[in-house]
């Protein structure tokens, strides 16, 4: 079925318009039968969300909240891949097709979020989020997630450096700065960024004399002593 | 442009030469049993490598990708020394790099280690596999030289800390989905449509790639003409076909030709590796096209297509 979606820019644009003109029906009244479960789970994960009446939707919280869900649900009952996840054309088909409604809630009529802007697609976005914090398990990647903002997710996605992510080195950085977290020094995640990105140009961290976990440690120890 | 001042020594083809290095690699799959299949590499003419085995039945998504082969050093100690690349305590590593933007990941896998004491004509076996649910698009992998282990005596002018890579032995620009550098063709169904259009999504023609998601010629297989295109058999079909390419690249074209980085793409300037810029500027430099005046595109590009059309290269 992945393999086989075929969903242009084109088309895109042309559903976005259908949307546009009646934004409070987006609900989508015909998927394909095997996106349904997929549906299924996520729009009950977003009424569990607002359980607590104190939730906002335009929070951190929320995502979070949808984009482990949605990670975990494409992991175990849809063998989603990185090979997909590359493809703008799956986030394009599942923003438009099959989660129109919850896109349009969380955002309005931004067609960034939607298609237009393969950096800023939201669903497309949450899961690169989760992939790159990925401790093992739903629970741990909770764990060291839980006390972020929603700017941490904008340094970690939208600093995919040249090239591409480097898996591994994101996974590091997230898994650490839950232990600096707390420390007093102002805006870290995003000064550790910058000099990760600094370093990238003559380094790679798989390679250095003790591996990723030393050439993180460092970068938070330039910062913190 | 960004220009980088070297603290330290790198890689260079005197030190190549002195290395003496000899390398053989191939690209490889596996079948479910585990058993290796070599295949065949197709160069084009932006030199990525297109990947095929003898009945053109194997698919990346499906089996996943594997190099393999042999460094073999001729004279590894050279490397070392107090004027050499590295010190004589310090170590060298070889890594394969690779780097796919369309998958939005990269990543390095160390290899093997020298030193000074690496006896000379050392033969390094190497092998990786992609496994298929990694990557998509294409991907750069290259063979590079890192510092491993620093020397403890650095000296002025050597790299001093380790992860840094000193140089490049060879790199290949594999192709694993699509055909490579033709043009972003894209079928689509649709009963109410022309037969058909052109899309336009950049918005940095020199940094994005030439790609259907930025710039898509779509083809309607709901028309009524669609098969001619797709499959031109008469002269008729043909005159279509040469109408239709024709008509979508002078879009293109005329598109790229209002925006501010023309001057650029024309000169070959700032352009990135595959962006829609450097293959833009092929044309350019390659074919006798007359960008003058929207008039005259349009006859050089019939008379060019045409012309082709009868030689057989269309």
């Known amino acids: ?225 | 442009m960004a220009n980088r001042i070297s603290m330290n020594k790198f890689f260079d083809e005197a030190m190549e030469e002195l290395l003496n290095v000899n390398l053989n690699f191939d690209f490889f799959y596996k079948e479910v049993d585990g058993s290796k299949y070599i295949l065949d590499q197709i160069v084009d003419h932006e030199f990525k490598i297109l990947l095929k085995n003898e009945d053109d039945s194997w698919d990346y998504a499906e089996k996943g990708l594997g190099i393999s082969g042999n460094i073999i050093l001729g004279n590894p100690s050279s490397l070392f020394g107090p004027t050499q690349l590295v010190a004589m305590d310090a170590e060298l590593g070889f890594a394969f790099e690779w780097m796919s933007k369309q998958s939005s990941q990269r990543g390095v896998i160390p290899l093997a280690a020298i030193t000074s004491t690496t006896p000379n004509n050392v033969v390094i076996p190497v092998d990786h596999y992609f496994p298929k649910d990694k990557l998509f698009g294409e991907v750069y992998i290259s063979l590079i030289l890192y510092l491993k282990k620093a020397s403890r005596n650095s000296v002025r002018g050597q790299a001093g800390y380790t992860g840094i890579i000193l140089g490049e032995l060879v790199e290949w620009n594999v192709i694993l989905d699509g055909a490579g550098s033709t043009f972003p063709i894209v079928i689509v169904d649709e009963p109410e449509a022309p037969l058909w259009y052109v899309d336009f999504n950049y918005s940095e023609p020199l940094i994005e790639p030439f790609d259907k998601e930025y710039i898509a010629i779509y083809l309607n297989k709901a028309h009524v003409a669609f098969s001619a295109i797709k499959t031109p058999k008469t002269k008729f079909d043909q005159s279509l076909y040469v109408e239709f390419l024709s008509g979508a690249l002078q879009i293109i074209l005329q598109n790229l030709i209002e925006t501010t980085d023309w001057q650029d793409i024309k000169e070959g300037k700032n352009c990135e590796e595959g962006s829609i810029g450097e293959v833009m500027h092929y044309f350019l430099t390659t074919f006798n096209w007359d960008f003058d005046a929207p008039e005259r595109l349009a006859v050089s590009l019939r008379k060019d297509l045409e012309s082709r059309l009868k030689s057989g290269e269309l």
């Open chain 1, 1 to 225: 079925m992945w393999e086989n979606l075929i969903y242009t820019k084109a088309q895109a644009k042309v559903k976005y318009q259908q949307i546009e003109a009646e934004p409070e029906g987006s609900a989508p009244s015909n998927i394909k039968p095997f996106f349904k479960l997929l549906r299924e789970v996520i729009m009950k994960e977003k009424n569990n969300f607002f359980i607590d009446n104190s939730q906002k939707i335009n929070s951190y919280s929320f995502d979070l909240h949808m984009g482990l869900n949605l990670y975990c649900v494409l992991k175990e009952k849809y063998a989603f891949t990185e090979r997909l996840a590359a493809q703008d054309e799956v986030w394009r088909y599942l923003s438009l097709e099959i989660f129109p409604d919850l896109v349009y809630d969380r955002h309005g009529l931004k067609d960034q979020r939607f298609y237009k802007d393969p950096r800023r697609i939201w669903l497309k976005t949450i899961w690169w989020y989760i992939h790159l914090s990925w401790q093992g398990a739903a629970e741990e990647t909770f764990d060291v997630l839980k006390e972020n903002s929603a700017d941490v997710i904008m340094q970690l996605v939208d600093r995919s450096g040249s090239g591409g992510y480097r898996v591994d080195l994101a996974r590091e950085i997230m898994r650490q700065y839950k232990i600096y977290n707390d420390s007093s020094i102002p805006q870290l995640f995003r000064r550790i960024s910058k000099l990760n990105t600094a370093r990238l140009n003559m380094t790679e961290p798989n390679l250095v004399e003790g591996g990723i976990e030393r050439y993180v440690e460092d970068l938070y120890s330039y910062f913190l002593n």
